[in-house]
C-alpha cells in the first residue's frame, strides 16, 4: 500500500510541479500543505498554500524563535503565578519554581507546554503582550504575509493565525539556528526538577532523516504537522494543516519530495570544468556530485588562491566553489590545463 502510494505522488509531483493539485490526487488528507526545499526554499508542492488558518501548537516554533534570538537561556528564571495551571497541554510548572531558560525550552518545543511558553513570554519580555509584539514583529521581518500572533502557545484565537506556506518558511529561518534544531529533534530529555520529557513528534522514530519539528492540535484548528529531514546532503519541510491522517502524509510526502532530486556530477577528475571562469581551462583535481532539483540553477565561483595565471599546465588553479541558491554545497580543487 505504501509503495502505491508513493507511485501515486511520485507521478503527481512529476507532471504537475509545485503546481496545485487536488488532495486525492497527491494522496493526502490535508486542507493546506506545502512541500518546502530546507535550503533554497523552493516549493517542491503546494496545496492552498496561502490559505490562512489557525495553528495551535505549531505557534512555538515562533515562540522558540523569539526566546533565541532575545533571551539568556541559561539564566535561571523563576515561575511566574500567571503560568502555572495554563490550560492544555502542559509540563506542570509550580509558581515560584526555578528553572532556565533552556529547560523551558525543551518544555516548550518537546512537551508542548503552554505553561512554558507563559513563563518564557514574561520572562523575556516582561509581559505576555509585549512578547506577543516581538513575535509579530519578527514575523514581519521574515516576510511573513500570511502570519499574526494572539499568544505564545497557540490556544484558539482568531488573530492567531498562519498559512502552511509562511509556517515552512519560519521553520526553514528557525532551524539555522543550532540551538533550536538541537532542541527539535531531540527524542527525550530530562531536565531541572526531574522532569523526563519525550518528543511529541512520532516521526523522529518512524521518519528516514527526520530532524524535528513540532505537532499541533486543537478542536477549532484540527491537526497541525510540520516536519523537517535530511537526506543525502538535502534538507525538506513538509506543512500540512487540518489533516487528520497527518503522520502517514508526511511520511509519503517526504519519501515523494525526495525523490524529485537528482544526483548530478558537478566535477569529474581530470576533466575541465565545463563552467569558464578563469582565462584558461581549470582542470578538476576530484570528482564532485550534488543532488538537484530539475530546473535549479547551480552557481560557481571561483577561487583562485595561490594560483598564477603564467604557472605551467598541470599547476594549483585554486578551487572552484559550488553553491545552490547561497547555500555552499562543494568545492573542488583545480589545476591549471
Request: hydrophobic share 50%; with cysteine; glycine share 8%.
Given at each position: ?15 504537475l ?9 497527491m ?10 526545499d530546507?535550503?533554497t526554499?523552493?516549493?517542491v508542492?503546494a ?12 505557534t ?11 533571551c539568556?537561556?541559561?539564566a535561571?528564571?523563576?515561575?511566574p503565578p ?5 490550560e ?6 509550580r509558581?515560584g519554581e526555578e528553572l532556565?531558560a ?9 512537551h508542548?507546554g503552554n505553561?512554558a511558553?507563559v ?7 516582561g509581559?505576555?503582550a509585549s ?5 509579530n ?6 516576510g511573513?504575509?500570511?502570519t499574526?500572533?494572539?499568544n505564545?502557545h497557540g490556544?484558539?484565537?482568531?488573530q492567531?493565525?498562519s498559512?502552511a506556506?509562511?509556517?515552512?518558511e519560519l ?6 539556528n543550532?540551538?533550536f534544531?538541537?532542541?527539535?529533534s ?5 531536565v531541572?526538577g526531574g522532569?523526563a520529557?519525550q518528543?511529541?513528534n ?8 527526520c530532524?524535528g519539528?513540532k505537532?499541533?492540535y ?9 516536519s523537517?529531514?535530511r537526506?543525502g ?10 489533516d487528520p491522517?497527518?503522520w502517514e502524509?508526511h ?6 519530495g525526495f525523490?524529485q532530486?537528482?544526483?548530478k556530477?558537478?566535477?569529474q577528475a581530470g576533466q575541465p570544468l565545463q563552467?569558464?571562469?578563469a ?6 583535481q ?6 538537484v532539483?530539475?530546473?535549479e540553477k547551480?552557481q560557481?565561483?571561483y577561487d ?6 603564467s ?12 553553491y545552490?541558491?547561497?547555500?555552499l ?9
Open positions: 500500500m505504501k509503495a502505491t502510494r508513493i507511485a501515486a505522488l511520485l507521478l503527481t509531483l512529476a507532471l510541479g509545485s503546481l496545485c493539485a487536488p488532495a486525492a490526487a494522496g493526502h488528507s490535508a486542507r493546506a500543505c506545502v512541500l518546502m530546507a535550503d526554499g523552493t516549493i508542492y496545496q492552498n498554500g496561502d490559505e490562512t488558518h489557525l495553528i495551535a501548537s505549531t512555538k516554533i515562533m515562540t522558540a524563535l523569539v526566546v533565541l534570538q532575545s539568556d537561556l541559561e535561571v528564571m523563576t515561575v500567571e503560568a502555572q495551571g495554563v492544555g497541554s502542559s509540563m506542570y510548572l509558581a532556565t533552556r529547560d523551558l525550552l525543551y518544555g516548550l518545543m518537546l508542548s505553561d511558553a513563563a518564557l513570554a514574561i520572562h523575556c519580555a509581559s505576555v512578547f506577543v509584539e516581538l513575535m514583529r519578527t514575523a514581519s521581518e521574515l511573513l504575509s500570511n499574526h500572533f494572539a505564545p490556544l484558539d484565537d482568531e492567531n493565525y498559512s506556506r509562511d509556517l515552512a521553520t526553514r529561518f528557525a532551524l539555522q543550532e540551538t534544531a538541537q532542541i527539535v531531540a527524542k527525550a530529555v530530562t531541572a522532569r520529557l518528543n511529541h512520532k516521526l523522529l522514530w518512524r521518519m528516514e532523516g530532524v519539528v505537532t499541533g486543537t478542536k477549532a484548528a484540527g491537526r497541525i504537522l510540520v523537517a529531514a537526506r546532503g538535502r534538507g525538506l519541510i513538509c506543512v500540512t494543516i487540518r491522517n497527518d502524509d511520511l509519503a510526502l517526504m519519501d515523494a525523490a532530486y537528482e544526483q556530477i558537478l566535477a563552467q569558464r571562469l582565462a584558461r581551462p581549470l582542470i578538476c576530484s570528482d564532485l556530485s550534488w543532488p532539483l530539475p530546473g547551480l560557481y565561483s583562485p588562491t595561490g594560483a598564477f595565471p604557472a605551467y599546465r598541470g599547476s594549483a588553479a585554486g578551487r572552484v566553489l559550488v545552490v541558491g547561497d547555500r554545497v562543494g568545492a573542488v580543487e583545480v589545476c591549471w590545463g
